[in-house]
């Protein structure tokens, strides 16, 4: 039996295991394209934070009780004075009061709570003066019905919690298939093989001590600092740094965490358990620890401030004038105020474009953590791109040989041998040579880090590092290099070039125009002069750059600058974490990706330029329905400092702007898109 939730990407299975194990489940998936993702963060037991569906159930109370609430008042609306028995006025008055109670204490109270939250830190948001609203509509709705001076505000009441928290659902709509908040321990397997005085043990990572000996295989993550005891190995370190050169170690040569084993099982003295070796160091940098929940201040926020304000003088001046012409309206205008000014619309408009915006960047392949970086994306003006991986295609190279000229002949015999190695290397040159036969291959051997080697046809073939077929006088200069040798006879070597992504100098031409760019990179400068023409006016070019020199970097820049920065591997956690907005580029959205802000698939790259723009647009679109929310406050004011607010008049206009807002706000981000050209 099997369960998918295809959102999250999951399955849970059932299965008898006197008939398969577990083992072969795994294996049957992975036949089927389906291999399990195991990690380390998986196997650790954290509690799991309850599904917010609590929002749910709130909207579905207030839509129920603002429904029924509506078809109650909707006699008053149409009655003339004396039409309602005095006796169902109450009724139905006392009926509105029972079904106006759980709003009030239940799902209204997401919004007390955030602008008592918001009062004690001494900060006014845009939930203050809702919260002013919603009081004063609840208690002079329950004055008038009780004193029987009116039928009250109930419908209007009920009716601005349930747009507010469709707003506030509209706005907590994520994607859930997706993780953005990513540490060490996603990466790591969960086990390891440990060796004991009794033999071999599989072991939790998380159990590992200091001084334990443990087994590498072929192809498994190093997860703890340690201490090489066999004779040799071979580290890629490139999930860690980028870099795709492999390390040659000896024995008693130090390993660090994050490097990945090559070739041969070896064995390892752990000098540090993992959560204190290397590759922690870039989640204990400051900038993971940093809580940035309440970093963004949104348009509205910023705006309430000076809103609420403006209310409460406008109340206060008009219960101060009416007290002079009537003293007995004095109260009833400032509350009338009050309740007509409650921002219901202006709450709304920020959600609502927000979230269309980011619906329409997540179709463009574009996945933002939540709608508020969108924000923060229009102040950006400086842009950082990792180079590997990043700038450059993981799976493409530019190949050229230098050499004697090769025949099909010898491209037969290369493609033969190269095509039994799964090394990064050789996939590449795979897809480079052009073979009319495949010969068989005997004697294959493959030295991690170095090459391969075999007989084709009676020819012994070598194909690798300088030093594996026999180059002692190797002047390269900064480039990837991969010699060929025939019969122990150097026959020349592939020039291994980055394949920049499609649509890059456009691009970069686009992005200077008003953004400083900088490129980093951990590799050499083998590619500088190539990427200073895609860039011609990029001035800051930095190579051989470690984790923490790239977070370092953006740390210095943030004091002028706000950073947008572009990655690709672990290598840029650090730098993505800290910078204002980190956006992952991976291959295939499923994959793992670093902690960031955002990810965004490689195919959609070149569309970075319009995404920035669009959140310009956004922007804009929030202050132009912020204008209208306005419009809508200065009429229903007047009204109400006239002394002509009536429940008919506040029912009718409260919802209406808020339509309104939605309606324009929706629209108008799908417009801009459109004219941006993202679909």
């Known amino acids: 039996f099997s369960r998918v939730q295809y959102l999250k990407k999951e399955v849970a299975i059932s299965f008898v295991h006197s008939l398969i194990s577990l083992r072969q489940l795994v294996e049957l998936l992975a036949t089927i394209g389906y291999e399990p993702m195991l990690s380390l963060d998986d196997y ?41 028995e005095p006796e169902f006025q109450k009724f139905f008055g006392y009926l509105n009061i029972l079904l106006s109670i759980p709003v009030f204490f239940y799902s209204g109270a997401l919004y007390y709570k955030s602008a008592y939250t918001s009062l004690k830190q001494k900060v006014i948001n845009m939930d203050v003066p809702i919260t002013i609203g919603i009081f004063m509509l609840y208690f002079r709705s329950l004055y008038e019905v009780i004193s029987t001076t009116g039928p009250g505000y109930f419908d209007s009441f009920t009716g ?13 709509r994520t994607y859930d298939s997706l993780s953005f908040d990513r540490d060490y321990k996603s990466y790591f397997p969960i086990s390891i093989t440990r060796i004991t005085n009794s033999g071999e043990e599989i072991i939790p990572i ?5 001084g334990d000996v443990i087994i590498v295989r072929n192809n498994e993550l190093i997860p703890a600092d340690s201490v090489l005891l066999s004779e040799t190995a071979s580290i890629d370190y490139s999930f860690v740094t980028g870099e795709a050169e492999h390390t040659e170690k000896n024995e008693n040569d130090k390993i660090y965490a994050g490097g990945k084993q090559a070739g041969a099982s070896i064995r390892l003295k752990v000098l540090k358990s993992v959560s204190q070796s ?25 705006f309430s401030k000076y809103f609420t304000f403006g209310i409460i003088t406008i109340a206060l001046l008009a219960g101060i004038i009416w007290y002079f012409i009537d003293p007995s309206k004095a109260v009833f205008i400032t509350t009338a105020v009050l309740i007509i000014a409650c921002p219901c619309a202006l709450a709304l408009s920020t959600p609502f474009t927000l979230g269309s915006a980011q619906r329409i960047l997540g179709r463009n392949q574009l996945f933002l953590k939540n709608s508020s970086t969108i924000e923060e994306l229009a102040k950006i003006n400086h842009i950082i791109f990792d180079k590997t991986g990043t700038l450059t295609e993981a799976s493409n190279a530019s190949i050229r040989f230098s050499g004697k000229t090769l025949s099909q002949y010898d491209n037969d015999l290369i493609y033969s041998l190269i095509q039994h190695s799964t090394h990064t290397l050789s996939v590449k040159l795979l897809k480079q040579i052009t073979a009319e036969k495949s010969f068989e291959v005997s004697e294959y051997s493959e030295i991690p880090g170095k090459g391969i080697s075999g007989l084709v046809q009676n020819h012994k073939l070598k194909i690798g590092s300088a030093t594996f077929v026999g180059q002692t006088n190797d002047t390269k200069l900064n480039e990837t290099r991969v010699y060929y040798s025939l019969n122990d006879e150097i026959v020349g070597y592939f020039i291994i070039e980055n394949w920049y992504r499609e649509g890059l100098a456009s691009l970069a031409e686009k992005l200077s125009g008003n953004l400083q760019i900088s490129i980093l990179s951990g590799d050499n400068e083998s590619e500088k002069s190539r990427l200073q023409t895609i860039f011609p006016r990029t001035k800051e070019f930095r190579f051989n750059q470690s984790p923490q020199d790239k977070l370092d970097f953006i740390k210095s820049l943030q004091k002028d600058d706000t950073v947008l920065m572009f990655g690709d591997g ?23 990706s670093p902690a960031s802000d955002g990810i965004l698939n490689a195919s959609n790259f070149s569309k970075i330029s319009e995404f920035i723009t669009f959140s310009h ?4 679109i929030i202050l132009v329905s912020f204008a209208i929310s306005l419009l809508y406050n200065l009429f229903g004011i007047g009204f109400a400092v006239a002394g002509y ?10 919802p209406l702007s808020s339509i309104t807002v939605v309606i324009f706000t929706t629209v108008a981000t799908k417009v801009a898109a459109k004219r941006i050209g993202l679909s």
């Open 645 to 654: 607010l009536s429940p008919l008049f506040a029912a009718v206009l409260m």
């Open 278 to 302: 290397y590759i922690t160091q870039l989640w204990d940098n400051a900038s993971f620890n940093f809580d940035d929940s309440h970093s963004l201040t949104n348009l509205a926020n910023r």
């Open 44 to 84: 650790e037991f954290k509690p799991q934070k309850k599904k917010a569906s609590s929002l749910i159930v709130r909207l579905a109370v207030a839509g129920f009780c603002f429904a029924n609430i509506m078809l109650f008042s909707f006699p008053e609306y149409l009655s003339t004075d004396g039409l309602i």
């Open 160 to 172: 601005l919690v349930f747009f507010l928290l469709i707003g506030k659902f509209f706005q907590q």
């Open 617 to 620: 647009k956004s922007i804009f």
């Open 570 to 592: 672990l290598n840029d956690a650090g730098a993505l974490k800290q910078s204002n907005i980190g956006i992952a580029v991976v291959e295939n959205i499923s994959s793992f």
């Open 206 to 210: 998380s159990e590992l001590e200091k």
